[in-house]
């Protein structure tokens, strides 16, 4: 099988990224965004999607947090369309739900090339340290749009933190699932259209 991994950049007057991304990694992280508890989602994405993920970005967090959180999902987006490439062979979709203590988050995903999202749901804290918790809404709105991902999301709980914790770590292991291969395809496109 082809190394499924990609490098993404992007830079405009609010933020300057790089990233890279293996798809087929063993949940390595090393991640700077400037925001301490969007850096441990990112590296909880890693850990439990088993990625390989490199992030660098300078935002501008005298403004907020939404461009830095925004863009990086942007970029995260763009580096997984171009590691799956045709998405031959895999799984496609996936549902999974992951629990942290009272919280728990679902994650439904059709890696289509079809963008969606759907979200149900609400945060029990306005914010987690420096991170606002409904960019955790918008990182996953994101990374929907430029990934090509039909994704739904619900989360519930009583801490803003578990709540936003569970979906980082739904998503990726509902990412995880359903962008192996399996096998049994022999590299055929998981679609009676013959492609994604």
Do not use: W
Request: with cysteine; glycine share 10%; charged share 30%.
């Amino acid at each position: 099988m082809n190394e499924r991994t990609a490098a993404a950049s992007r830079e405009t007057a609010e933020t300057a990224i790089d990233l890279t991304l293996t798809v087929d990694g063993g949940g390595e992280a090393a991640v700077d965004t400037g925001i301490g508890f969007f850096d441990h989602m990112l590296e909880a994405f890693a850990k439990h999607g088993l990625f390989d993920l490199t992030v660098s970005c300078d935002g501008d967090l005298h403004v907020d947090d939404h461009h830095t959180v925004e863009d990086v999902a942007i970029v995260l987006g763009e580096a997984l369309d171009e590691a799956l490439g045709e998405r031959r062979g895999i799984v496609r979709y996936a549902d999974r739900r992951v629990p942290l203590d009272e919280a728990v988050a679902g994650v439904v995903v059709d890696v289509s090339g079809r963008p969606f999202f759907d979200f149900s749901g609400e945060f029990s804290q306005q914010s987690v340290g420096e991170f606002t918790s409904v960019m955790a809404e918008h990182f996953a709105m994101s990374l929907a749009m430029n990934a090509g991902l039909t994704l739904h999301v619900d989360v519930e709980g009583e801490n803003a933190h578990h709540e936003v914790e569970a979906l980082f770590k739904a998503l990726a292991r509902a990412l995880d699932d359903a962008t192996r291969v399996d096998e049994r395809r022999g590299g055929e496109t998981p679609s009676t259209k013959g492609e994604l």
